[in-house]
T-cell receptor, first 110, second 113 residues
Framework: KQEVTQIPAALSVPEGENLVLNCSFT??????LQWFRQDPGKGLTSLLL?????REQTSGRLNASLDKSSGRSTLYIAASQPGDSATYLC?????????FGAGTILRVKS | DTAVSQTPKYLVTQMGNDKSIKCEQN?????MYWYKQDSKKFLKIMFS???????INETVPNRFSPKSPDKAHLNLHINSLELGDSAVYFC????????????FGEGSRLTVL
């Protein structure tokens, strides 16, 4: 059974810092891995999708990497801003469904 | 124009009642999903429909019955509500079954008293 773990559970950083969020999964037989952002009381917004054959994806200040063989992904956020404060969720796609981690709550202090 | 919309956003009801949550997507996607987010914020899939056909039914009590009248709509009906059904229910859609990017609605917060 696929299990997705995200570390740390919560993170508080000053504005401007670069930071890394970690995601690990137990079964490497995945189609893709997706990173989402969830703001309080809101739905999820897709940030990056990495296909199983890819190693990384970039969008603006965000860079996500995937090491399928070791079951790990990282989300790198450069020059963090207070507007980046949210919960970041990692999800792996196996078969027809996504399996989510519990998320990392990020707070960027101004 | 909202891509995936759910109604109602908030629902407070008594134990034993029956309630429905509606979802519509205007993205032209073939696949729609219901996810449940519990108090610990874990998101778990409940159902998936592809072109109105049930694809995934993840160990959900049969008090929960999804209905897809067409591929743009996926409604969730819950009978005999229990306290443990309190959660946020998210609808989502994707262009390709399983392997595509998911687009989520804003969630429907259900509170059972």
């Amino acid at each position: 059974k696929q299990e997705v773990t995200q570390i740390p559970a919560a993170l508080s950083v000053p504005e401007g810092e670069n930071l890394v969020l970690n995601c690990s999964f137990t079964d490497s037989a995945i189609y893709n891995l997706q990173w989402f952002r969830q703001d309080p009381g809101k739905g999820l917004t897709s940030l990056l999708l990495i296909q199983s054959s890819q190693r990384e994806q970039t969008s603006g200040r965000l860079n996500a990497s995937l090491d399928k063989s070791s079951g790990r992904s990282t989300l790198y956020i450069a020059a963090s801003q207070p507007g980046d404060s949210a919960t970041y969720l990692c999800a792996v796609c196996e078969g027809n469904k996504l399996v989510f981690g519990a998320g990392t709550i990020l707070r960027v202090k101004s | 124009d909202t891509a995936v919309s759910q109604t109602p956003k908030y629902l407070v009801t008594q134990m034993g009642n029956d309630k429905s949550i509606k979802c519509e997507q205007n993205l032209g996607h073939d696949t729609m999903y219901w996810y449940k987010q519990d108090s610990k914020k874990f998101l778990k899939i409940m159902f998936s429909y592809n072109n109105k056909e049930l694809i995934i039914n993840e160990t959900v009590p049969n008090r929960f019955s999804p209905k897809s009248p067409d591929k743009a709509h996926l409604n969730l009906h819950i009978n005999s509500l229990e306290l443990g059904d309190s959660a946020v229910y998210f609808c989502a859609s994707s262009r390709i079954q399983g392997v595509g990017e998911l687009f989520f609605g804003e969630g429907s917060r259900l509170t059972v008293l």
